[in-house]
């Protein structure tokens, strides 16, 4: 069984950096993709970043944002410690909501990684709240 433990969140003042951690168990995350999704209230949960794996066959060595974290936000994956990262930079009081970590079904991001179909394991979110 999958589990996904997302952790990082915090109450953090806009200009500010917040790094989040996923920590995945029960499935070698290099074999297959690893994005972030995040939902404010009141908003559906939208695709903030995706990686695919290093030997994805369409988007090798290739990062996805969305437009409104893109500059800002780095992922990133250590193999060895199962676990995902999402360095933010830059907060935002935009940027506030429960972010989410979701394991991929496939080995690559492309062509719709924003979607939550693509992902078949989800944490249970950890809360970023950026005030201005």
């Known amino acids: 069984q999958v589990q996904v433990v997302e952790s990082g969140g915090d109450l953090v003042q806009a200009g500010g950096s917040r790094r989040l951690s996923c920590v995945v168990s029960?499935?070698?995350?290099?074999?297959?993709?690893l994005g972030w999704f995040r939902q404010a209230p009141g908003n559906e949960r939208e695709g903030v970043s995706c990686?695919?794996?290093?030997?994805?066959?369409?988007?090798?060595?290739?990062?996805y944002y969305s437009d409104s974290v893109k500059g800002r936000f780095t992922i990133s994956r250590n193999n060895t410690e199962n676990t995902l990262y999402l360095q933010m930079n830059s907060l935002e009081p935009a940027d506030t909501a429960m972010y989410y970590c979701?394991?991929?079904?496939?080995?690559?991001?492309?062509?719709?990684?924003?979607?939550?179909?693509?992902?078949?394991?989800w944490g249970q979110g950890t809360q970023v709240t950026v005030s201005s």
């Open positions: 990686m695919p794996n290093d030997e994805a066959p369409y988007d090798k060595g290739i990062t």
């Open positions: 979701a394991v991929g079904a496939y080995r690559y991001c492309t062509p719709s990684w924003n979607k939550e179909d693509m992902y078949v394991a």
């Open positions: 029960g499935l070698p995350i290099d074999n297959v993709a």
